[in-house]
DNA sequence: ACGCTGTGTTCCCTATAGGAAACTTTTTTC
DNA sequence: GAAAAAAGTTTCCTATAGGGAACACAGCGT
């Protein structure tokens, strides 16, 4: 089967498919090599069979979802990673430039968000700028929690990070942490001014 | 979580079959249909067949990875929500914070790079502070490639990007850029000083 | 040389994935 | 409310995925 009919012609942006099976094949079998597993512990650990092991890592068979699955647990593949190979990089061969306080803007109460990178639409991290108003704080409450993780760096002002099961952190420039961000987690700027700072995020 | 439902069986090699197979159909319905379209847009859009599609939503079949790959380009999938079991935040539960030049430092002829996160071993994204040395630019040549994506932003000094396929960039201060880094990329810096550049790196 | 063991490949057969089209259900339109 | 159109499902058939078992091919002792 072809993956793409070779007619099917110009409907989407882009035919973005194509490429794989080389690929898939080849990180199953480093991955296993990696483990120092041989084709029949890798295959009864992940419960299929040694031949469709064999047949999945020389391309030889176009391997159902379930089948890798199992084998990208066994393997302790990183999922994304199968993906993004195997079909490319969400940003493939592609660069997007944004000037000082050029990208799109998103306010809420508390932030003013600025986005670094609204181009690349598919994308896996997402930087932006967050101005955090100088306010006062009486008590924090209302974490934000979202799967994944997150890296924040701080530009400039002082300010108190608050991450769920940790001490509260104070921050000053050039700071920075690195945490789950499916922990509850917010800040508050505690200089005279509001403070500025650097985040980029990973969904999942 | 539980890539294998506790019930359902023992962990016998056959059996794993179905744990969630629920799952996934009902999910790719629901990402469909959020996005408006139609099984016979989607499949279309997917390169697969409408009825194909249509028994993937009902669980009336074990898709084959392939399928699942295109199904999720078009959707505009997440991968990892996919994975819903074996996905989990390679840092779950945790943050690791550094100070201004407290980071781990490496050193190259060109540059000076200072790890942000040293802690945290299986996070995915790699953040890192880089000082690039001034030096006086002839010809640039030796791209740096690494499958993945990154997102870079200046600190301070200025400096060029060359990126392959693409122009040379001068980038100031509070500039940033995201890119896939499985193209060729480096840069000089063109200021006096050395320049500051803080990037942030996505294996894959 | 000879088995012997452990590794990967190939062959063969059955169950089934995937697509085209027939069919059914829902929605729209007159 | 009936006809038409659109959305979704099921049927049917062919190509093939997946697993068991036979096969190939190393090493390695003896």
Not at 101 to 109: I, L, N, R, V
Not at 129 to 135: H, L
Not at 139 to 162: A, C, K, P, T
Request: charged share 30%; aromatic share 6%; net charge negative.
């Amino acid at each position: 089967m072809e993956p793409i009919p070779s007619e099917e012609t110009g409907l989407g942006p882009e035919a973005v498919e194509a490429p794989d099976g080389e690929i898939l094949g080849k990180m199953i079998r480093e991955a296993r090599k990696e483990k120092g597993l041989t084709l029949e512990e890798a295959a009864k650990a992940a419960a299929i069979g040694r031949s469709t092991l064999s047949k999945i890592e020389n391309n030889q068979t176009r391997p159902s979802f379930e089948i890798i699955r199992r084998l990208m647990q066994t393997l302790e593949l990183e999922t994304p990673q199968l993906f993004v190979q195997s079909s490319q990089s969400g940003v493939t061969g592609r660069r997007d430039f944004t000037r000082t306080g050029e990208g799109e803007h998103k306010e809420t109460s508390t932030y003013d968000h600025e986005l670094l990178c609204s181009e690349l639409t598919s994308k896996r991290m997402v930087p932006y700028i967050s101005t955090i108003k100088a306010r006062d704080v009486t008590e924090f409450d209302n974490w934000v929690r979202h799967q994944g993780e997150e890296f924040m760096f701080v530009l400039s002002g002082e300010l108190i990070l608050y991450t769920e099961h940790y001490r509260p952190l104070r921050m000053g420039g050039g700071d920075s942490v690195y945490y789950d961000s499916g922990m509850g987690h917010g800040c508050v700027s505690v200089s005279e001014e509001d403070a500025r700072v650097l985040w980029v995020s990973l969904e999942g």
